[in-house]
């Protein structure tokens, strides 16, 4: 697999991580839901931020690191330019 599909593969992640992330503070804060599905809809809304929460969290990780790594390359690459 090549870099660019990881890099989408993993922005997708993160998309969906804190889509999951914000849908399961909706269901927590909504009224109606925590009302009409008792404990069992605080642990739907609980699961639903939890999955968000790890989708979401190493990706960044990773692109964090990707990012330090590309920084590395041009400040190298910047210097010999500028040395010469």
Not at 14 to 22: A, D, K, N
Not at 24 to 44: A, C, Q, R
């Amino acid at each position: 697999m090549s870099q660019t599909m990881i890099i989408r593969l993993l922005k997708t992640s993160i998309v969906l991580g804190l889509c999951l992330i914000v849908t399961g503070h909706t269901l927590l804060v909504s009224n109606y839901f925590t009302v009409e599905h008792g404990i069992k809809g605080i642990i739907i809304a609980a699961a639903c931020i939890a999955v968000g929460v790890l989708l979401s969290l190493p990706t960044k990780i990773y692109l964090t690191v990707l990012l330090m790594e590309a920084e590395k390359r041009y400040l190298k690459n910047h210097k010999s330019t500028h040395s010469k």
